[in-house]
Structure formats: structure tokens, C-alpha cells
């Protein structure tokens, strides 16, 4: 059984930072391409970050140059680093993976992150 599991939200201060993990298991992690996406009150999920299997990511314009993602395959987990928080940084971040070869997406519940203005 896939799972995606996120842990590390919470409230931070805007300047500050906050580390996210989504920890997988069930599939061959090394393999499978992973995603960091945040959904705000009233507005449809837009993609953070992505990470491939070969280690190449992909930013939002947004969070270029605060927002880092990276990955530990030996602990099947991946991390987005956020740094220099904002307020419109406030949302439910979720974590996808995509397994190799199939293609399925497998989404966590998610993970409140409160930046107050």
C-alpha cells in the first residue's frame, strides 16, 4: 500500500523559515518523481516545487531563491526548506509523489502552514 505522509507544518513568523518532510513508503522511492503543491483558502492548488528522480527540480516563480526542495533516498523522504516566509505563503501544503512506471499520483492529507501578516 502507497502512502504519503507530511509532517512539519505550523505557524511561523514572516522572515522566518520551516522545514516540511513527506516521508513515502510502498512504491520505489528512488525511482518516482516528487512534488511539493499548497492550496490557500479560496484558491484552487498550484504547484511549489518538484524534484525528479535524477535530482533536477522545478520552482514556482513565487518561491524561487527561498524555497528549496530536496531528497533523501536512503530515508524515502523529501523536504522543501522554506525560507524568508511571507504571509501569502499561508496554505495546506501537500506532497505528491509519482510512481515510476505506472504514473499514478499519490497525495498526502497535508500540512497547515500559517504565516500571520
Known amino acids: 500500500q502507497v502512502q504519503v505522509v507530511e509532517s512539519g507544518g505550523g505557524l511561523v513568523q514572516a522572515g522566518g523559515s520551516l522545514r516540511l518532510s513527506c516521508a513515502a513508503s510502498?512504491?520505489?522511492?528512488?525511482?518516482?518523481?516528487m512534488g511539493w503543491y499548497r492550496q490557500a483558502p479560496g484558491k484552487q492548488r498550484e504547484l511549489v516545487a518538484t524534484?525528479?528522480?535524477?535530482?533536477?527540480?522545478n520552482y514556482a516563480d513565487s518561491v524561487k531563491g527561498r524555497f528549496t526542495i530536496s531528497r533523501d533516498n536512503a530515508k524515502n523522504t523529501v523536504y522543501l526548506e522554506m525560507n524568508s516566509v511571507k504571509p501569502e505563503d499561508t496554505a495546506v501544503y501537500y506532497c505528491?509523489?509519482?510512481?515510476?512506471?505506472?504514473?499514478?499520483?499519490?497525495w498526502g492529507q497535508g500540512t497547515q502552514v500559517t504565516v500571520p501578516s
Open positions: 524534484i525528479g528522480s535524477g535530482g533536477r527540480t
Open positions: 505528491k509523489m509519482r510512481t515510476t512506471p505506472d504514473g499514478y499520483d499519490y
Open positions: 510502498g512504491s520505489i522511492f528512488s525511482r518516482n518523481a
